[in-house]
């Protein structure tokens, strides 16, 4: 059964600092690697990994892929309150029904306290 | 451009009792998902529209769980009876039309919380 898992599950940072989120896999017929961000209702999109090494940036916000380790991390730097909530990690593969599906990792929640 | 939309936000229902959940994908977008999020689990794949064919429902959990694309535009997925285990958030997403080889991202949308009392 295909796996991801996110670390740490939680995570409060002071205004300022730079944090590092975790996301690794077990999934057969790999896709792509996706972050969210879920604040209060729906996940928001953040970014889409399909190749290794080549980081994605969004202003603080920046994401690699590791394909040899099979991993992903979320960079957040000087982090501001507005960066609080939940970072979701969600691999695509190929489901053998014809169809490709997401898997989620639990989330990281994070909190970031002026 | 109008994000994929759920309704309810919240409902609160007893066991044994019918609810039909209903998502409104972004308009033009074929394919729809929903997911299901039970507290303290991560978010679980459901099941997977093309326009108005099921493409995927491995993720069903069982026959009390009836969705429906009519017409491949809204979906609605309907529990019945319902039970306490059926309670979380479901969670529906919608992306464009897959082109070989090419990877769509699926947007979500607020979800829908189900408790079942």
């Known amino acids: 059964e295909d796996k991801v898992v996110q670390s740490p599950l939680s995570l409060v940072v002071h205004e300022g600092d730079t944090v590092t989120l975790n996301c690794s896999y077990e999934?057969?017929?790999?896709?792509?690697l996706l972050w969210y961000k879920q604040e209060k209702k729906a996940p928001t999109f953040l970014f889409m990994l399909?190749?290794?090494?080549i980081e994605k940036k969004s202003g603080r916000l920046s994401s690699i892929l590791d394909k040899k380790e099979l991993s992903s991390i979320l960079n957040i730097t000087a982090t501001q309150t507005g960066d609080s909530a939940i970072y979701l990690c969600?691999?695509?593969?190929?489901?053998?029904?014809?169809?490709?599906?997401?898997?989620f990792g639990k989330g990281t929640k994070l909190s970031v306290i002026p | 451009e109008a994000g994929v939309t759920q309704f309810p936000s919240h409902s609160v229902i007893e066991k044994g009792q019918t609810v039909t959940l209903r998502c409104d994908p972004i308009?033009?977008?074929?394919?729809l998902y929903w997911y299901r999020r039970v507290m303290g689990k991560e978010i679980k794949f459901l099941l997977h529209?093309?326009?108005?064919?099921?493409?995927?429902e491995s993720g069903m959990p069982n026959n009390r769980f009836l969705a429906e694309r009519t017409g491949g535009t809204y979906s609605t997925l309907k529990v019945q009876p319902a039970e306490l285990e059926d309670s979380g958030v479901y969670f529906c997403?919608?992306?464009?039309?897959?082109?070989?080889?090419?990877?769509?991202?699926?947007?979500f949308g607020p979800g829908t919380r189900l408790t079942v009392l």
């Open positions: 997403a919608s992306s464009p039309r897959r082109l070989a080889g090419r990877t769509d991202t699926q947007y």
């Open positions: 969600a691999v695509e593969a190929y489901s053998g029904a014809g169809s490709y599906q997401l898997t």
């Open positions: 399909t190749s290794s090494g």
């Open positions: 999934v057969t017929n790999f896709r792509s």
């Open positions: 529209f093309v326009k108005e064919s099921k493409q995927d």
């Open positions: 308009s033009g977008h074929d394919n």
